[in-house]
């Protein structure tokens, strides 16, 4: 957990998710008074989320009694201590209480459990009243005809007498996308859902929200993992609700005549795509242009790679610094990272919050990303497209030129990632007619500019234009 306990009386009023992500997205949620339903399938993570929003209000001064009908306090309290919640801790200092009921049944299941968990509240003075599971409560009173008018009088009166946080879990049986009509999601003010699904043999988690009373939802649903010493982590897609334009308070310049007049300015925020053929990719040459800026304004640059080793990207642009004329060492002054990622590893949500994670770590300047068309999704989909480029709309906010080498398999996938690009340049083989040589062929085209065709031998003069004017830079 990553929240600091604060000493004394708590004059903040707010209560906090204890995952920085959803404190971020949804600050405003949950204001004393709410009662929030958390449903999911067994082993979704419920309990481990209940448990984070106790923990950490708890460490803001926020006293939290958990009432479970089938957990062990020993087993609960060795399990949460797998994610960093020491709730041992927080039971000595008098903020946490724990305490396992029998299921109940009956029609007076309401006022049993109520004596039970209002008496334990109010000794404990408590804030946050967690209640795992609510499933057996809901059964009883249907079976004896109390309806949601006693359920929702009974939480509403809790949420009121404690004047703060009741967190309610439900079962959502495996295989059901959506919560049932249930009298507990009515008397509910907030509602997440949690699923878990098998997609191309990885466990995909998704967290749903349902209903937030006094905020507004900007994502309905976002992928979410659970890591060992650290608990749950949320995948919030960066959603801009305005397209931010380029920084061009600054300006970008590829030292080589020809490209200067195709391309013209690079501004920080621009979107870069470089597609190769799959069968004749051409790393090296492909990044000679981006040494050149590098070298030229002192750029940062990380590099994300889904093919080739950390180890092989390093030498290729050593050897690029080499044939350039430079000492291999600039790259090492240039590069701030190198991440090489098996993107069949992860769900496609684990991949962006992965890259996102370098971007505000390391805080570079370019971005590059190596065989993005490698990520286990088709690059055509709706959803795989969709967070692309609210990704690329926040690498833009923060001022980072994106450049990604592609190499497509087809033209559908070539356009569809091309139109979110502002400068496409794509490299082709022909034949020619004489001597039946491959020769090389560039196609640039530059957003709001004609497109051109750049043959081989002016790409070649091109390059050798770069390195000239490269050894003037270093020399200064």
Sequence with gaps: ??????????????????????????????????????????????????????????????????????ERYDKFVSQMSKFGM????????????????????GEDVIDVLGDTVINNAMKLNAKVVVIDSTTPISRAVREYGKGRSVLQN???????LIRGLVIMIEELPLGMKALPITDVEFVADAVILMRHEVKESLLVRLMEFRKFRGARLTVAEVPFTIMEGKGIKVFMPPVLNKVPPPKKDREYRIPCRLLEE???????????????????R?????LIPLLALAVRYGLKVGVVSYRISSEEVLEVGKSLA??????????????????AVN??????????NIEMDLIDRYKPDVIVFLAPELIPSSPTDRAYLRMLYNQLLYARSRGLLVIRIV?????????????????????????????????????????DRPPKLVDEEAMNQCIEEIRQRLMKYVKK
Excluded: W
């Design 154 to 160: 009974f939480f509403y009166d809790l949420s009121m």
């Design 322 to 339: 080499k044939s350039m004329g430079l000492d291999p060492r600039v790259v090492k002054r240039h590069v701030k990272f190198i991440e």
């Design 1 to 70: 957990m990553t929240l600091e306990r604060k000493h004394g009386r708590n004059e903040d009023e707010r209560y906090v998710f204890g995952i920085p992500e959803l404190d971020e997205a949804y600050a405003e949620a949950l204001e004393p008074g709410t009662t929030l339903l958390i449903a999911g399938h067994p082993g979704a993570g419920k309990t481990t989320f209940a448990a984070t929003i106790c923990y950490a209000n708890a460490l803001r001064g926020k006293p939290c009694l958990y009432v479970s009908f089938n």
């Design 262 to 280: 195709i391309i013209g300015p690079i501004y920080p925020g621009m979107t870069i795509m470089v597609a190769t053929p799959p069968h004749a």
């Design 282 to 286: 051409s790393l090296g040459r492909m």
């Design 407 to 447: 190499s497509p398999l087809s033209d559908e996938s070539f356009a569809a990632q091309a139109d979110l690009a502002d400068i496409v340049v794509r490299l082709k083989y022909v034949r020619d007619r004489n001597t039946g040589e491959l020769k090389q062929q560039v196609f640039i085209s530059p957003q």
């Design 343 to 352: 993107p069949t590893a992860y769900s496609l949500g684990e991949l962006v």
């Design 86 to 105: 020491d709730f041992e801790r927080l039971k000595e200092e008098g903020l946490f209480k724990f305490i396992r009921v029998p299921v109940i049944a």
